[in-house]
């Protein structure tokens, strides 16, 4: 620990953010980083503690807390203070595959187990573990890490998400011989297109991939498996099989209406804007999505909240999010005490566009879509709302959300983008491989365990756990590597 009062002389800091109404005119990233003095002081509040729940990554009340990759988080801030990078940067590789992506996508859980939330404000690790990677990338410290041998063994990755990177990064340095197969244009999944540019640019991407290129991964683009390879020709070509497709199955909204024109899955629109920006190298923005029209946004997760920043900056002319909770407290209630993970009002980055732009917050609160309605030609140009109350099942004796007699609305409505979340694998993936999946559509395994009901076929990520974080598919990643080894070698030093 090298500043045991640090927690008490510095205050928190965090990057300087581009204005939103400056910020909207692209779909750069907008937030500049501290300076390399400011960044060591802000490593100087970690206090070290004799439980650094930080980095426990554990269950706490349904929800996770701390990292689930078990950074190593006091001695990387630590190293941060004391301006040692290149330790900062090795130590914090022992556990991560890529500190590039969590460092801007991450919602911090981390941040939110650090001690010093009981009294103050947290220490800033994502944005230290942000300095520490870019500061190795600067110095050229991060260089492909080829194998001096390799195994004889090939290993199939099905998906080139955060999961599928990930365990394709351990196994080729281990010295397996990696392929990963996407079915989209670019690697990356939802790297690449469910994760807005300003958000995380694809650059940053790229960059990696060339890295594991170099090391010496293949990558498989425009290749859907399960369609245009047959599941039994990779069970012959490969030694194993890694399924980290995620859970490309959205969640739909079944009222009357929805097959009206403008209405798409939020997950396909950001995709679709992103293919456009990165076809024509950012010189065309497609403004027809959006521009001078009233947008509808449900559901108010993370892919929500990119769907409100994204339609800013095509031009809507209003912006309205749904969400079907009550709003949550700004401060954490006594039944959510440190260190769960903090169930309060969160503004993010397009909520805080969306006040900025028509003055008033995008989110309608306890409120649902009733039924879309059509003008002549078959275009969705109404939605009907209700608004919802919370009521106790007589049967089940569970809290659910029903609608309010009266509280019915009709609002304008251009374009529906919807962001319910999602519900699981996909049939045709699953069905070709012949496992086994849950009552959730997840692929099931054991307990902890990533081997599929099928001989040879492995499962990680969201396809496995459902829908998450970035975060935690890198983990289930690396442990479904680890597995994989295992399975082929009889041992593992992953």
Not at 33 to 56: D, H, I, T, Y
Not at 133 to 138: D, K, R
Not at 363 to 379: L, W
Request: aromatic share 8%; hydrophobic share 35%.
């Amino acid at each position: 620990m090298g500043k045991p009062t640090g927690f008490l002389e510095y205050k928190r800091e965090t990057a300087k953010v581009l204005p939103p109404k400056v910020r909207i005119a692209n779909f750069k990233e907008f937030r500049t980083p501290l300076n390399k003095e400011k960044q060591k002081l802000q490593g100087a509040r970690c206090m070290a503690c004799g439980v650094p729940f930080c980095q426990s990554g554990m269950m706490i009340g349904g929800m996770a807390s701390g990292c689930p990759l078990h950074n190593l988080v006091p001695e990387t801030n630590d190293l941060v203070y004391t301006g040692n990078w290149k330790q900062a940067f090795l130590r914090l590789s022992k556990t991560h595959s890529f500190p590039e992506f969590t460092s801007r996508v991450c919602p911090a859980l981390c941040e939110a187990a650090c001690t010093c939330n009981i009294n103050g404000e947290p220490v800033s690790t994502k944005e230290n573990e942000r300095a520490i990677i870019e500061t190795a990338y600067e110095n050229g410290w991060v260089t492909p890490q080829i194998p001096e041998v390799r195994t004889g063994k090939s290993i199939a990755v099905i998906g080139s998400g955060p999961s599928g990177l990930a365990a394709a990064q351990q196994l080729n340095r281990r010295g397996h011989s990696v392929t990963v197969f996407e079915r989209k244009d670019r690697v990356g999944g939802l790297l690449r297109y469910g994760i807005p540019n300003m958000k995380l640019d694809k650059a940053v991407v790229d960059r990696r991939i060339h890295l594991m290129e170099e090391e010496g991964v293949k990558f498989v683009t425009n290749v859907n498996v399960g369609k245009d390879i047959k599941a039994e020709e990779l069970l012959k070509q490969f030694d194993r099989v890694i399924l980290a497709c995620g859970a490309s199955n959205p969640r739909d909204i079944k009222v009357p209406g929805r097959d009206a024109k403008g209405i798409y899955f939020a997950v396909d629109f950001l995709g679709q804007v992103t293919k456009a920006l990165l076809d024509s190298d950012f010189a065309k923005v497609p403004y027809e999505l959006a521009k001078g029209k009233n947008v509808l946004v449900i559901g108010g997760g993370d892919t929500g909240n990119d769907c409100v920043g994204t339609s800013i900056r095509l031009g809507a002319k209003s912006v309205i999010q749904l969400e079907m909770m009550p709003k949550p407290p700004v401060e954490r209630t006594p039944s959510n005490p440190w260190p769960q993970w903090p169930r309060v009002l969160k503004t993010d980055y397009g909520q805080e566009e969306a006040i900025a732009v028509f003055g008033h917050d995008p989110r309608v609160y306890q409120t649902t879509v009733t039924e879309f309605i059509k003008d002549k030609n078959g275009n969705v140009c109404q939605a009907k709302l209700t608004k919802l109350k919370s009521e106790k099942d007589p049967k089940t004796g569970r809290m659910m959300m029903v609608p309010v007699e009266g509280s019915e609305e009709v609002i304008p409505v251009d374009v529906v983008l919807i962001a319910a979340g999602f519900l699981g694998s996909e049939k045709y993936v699953t069905d070709a491989f012949k496992v086994a999946i849950n009552g959730r559509t997840n692929v099931d395994t054991k307990p902890e365990q990533y081997q599929t009901s099928v001989d040879k076929v492995f499962t990680a990520g969201d396809m496995h756990r459902g829908q998450s974080l970035v975060v935690w598919a890198i983990r289930e990643g690396r442990e479904a590597a680890k597995a994989v080894d295992e399975s082929l070698m009889g041992y593992s030093y992953l």
